[in-house]
T-cell receptor, first 111, second 112 residues
C-alpha cells in the first residue's frame, strides 16, 4: 500500500541533543513538507521541498534542518538550537496540486 | 502577512444537531482545502474548493467557498459521534508557491 511512513512514533530527548525524524513516502510525490503541531494549535510549516536536492524554509525553520537527497525521503533534524522542541511533528507529501497526504506523526518530548 | 482564521475554536454539539464552522483568509485564495484530524491522529484531506461560490457535499458535510474566495464554511448536519475531531481549513500562501497556510482549527466535541 502506498503511503507515508514516519519514525519513530515517540521519541524522548535530553536537552542539548540533536534528533532526526525519518519520513519516507512511496507515493511518487514530488513535494514533501514538515509541520509542527502544538496542543490546541494549527499546523506550522517548518521546511518544504518541491524537488530532490532543493528545499525552502517555512515559517518556523530556526533550530531545524532537512535534506532531500532522494525523492522518497525527507528527514528532519531537530537541533539543540531549537528552544522548545517538544511537539507533534507531521510529515506530508503532495503531487503539487495541493492535496496533502500526512504521515502518522512523531511525538518528540524533551526531558 | 497572510492569515487564515477559523471560528469557533471549540464547538460542543449535541448528537443529532447541526453546526457550522467558518474559515476566513486575509487574502484572496486560489483554492481552499479542508482536513479532519481525529484525536491522537493525523490530518486527513476532506475536500478542495476552487471556484467562486462553489458548494460541495460529502454525505452530511457541506462545504462552501465564498464568492470573493476569501472565506469558506463547513456545515455538518445531524452530528454523529464519528464527527469528533479538529477540522482545519488551509489555503495556498500568497507569498510563496508550495506553502499551505493552515487555520488553527475548530475542535468539535459531540455529546451523545
Amino acid at each position: 500500500d502506498g503511503g507515508i511512513t514516519q519514525s519513530p512514533k515517540y521519541l524522548f530527548r535530553k536537552e542539548g541533543q540533536n534528533v532526526t525524524l525519518s519520513c519516507e513516502q512511496n507515493l511518487n510525490h514530488d513535494a514533501m513538507y514538515w509541520y509542527r503541531q502544538d496542543p490546541g494549535q494549527g499546523l506550522r510549516l517548518i521546511y518544504y521541498s518541491q524537488i530532490v536536492n532543493d528545499f525552502q524554509k517555512g515559517d518556523i525553520a530556526e533550530g531545524y534542518s532537512v535534506s532531500r537527497e532522494k525523492k522518497e525521503s525527507f528527514p528532519l533534524t531537530v537541533t539543540s538550537a531549537q528552544k522548545n522542541p517538544t511537539a507533534f511533528y507531521l510529515c506530508a507529501s503532495s503531487l503539487g496540486r495541493w492535496e496533502l497526504f500526512f504521515g502518522e506523526g512523531s511525538r518528540l518530548t524533551v526531558l | 502577512g497572510q492569515q487564515v482564521m477559523q471560528i469557533p475554536q471549540y464547538q460542543h454539539v449535541q448528537e443529532g444537531e447541526d453546526f457550522t464552522t467558518y474559515c476566513n483568509s486575509s487574502t484572496t485564495l486560489s483554492n481552499i482545502q479542508w482536513y479532519k484530524q481525529r484525536p491522537g491522529g493525523h490530518p486527513v484531506f476532506l475536500i478542495q474548493l476552487v471556484k467562486s461560490g462553489e458548494v460541495k457535499k460529502q454525505k452530511r458535510l457541506t462545504f462552501q467557498f465564498g464568492e470573493a474566495k476569501k472565506n469558506s464554511s463547513l456545515h455538518i448536519t445531524a452530528t454523529q459521534t464519528t464527527d469528533v475531531g479538529t477540522y482545519f481549513c488551509a489555503g495556498p500562501s500568497a507569498d510563496s508557491w508550495g506553502k499551505l497556510q493552515f487555520g488553527a482549527g475548530t475542535q468539535v466535541v459531540v455529546t451523545p
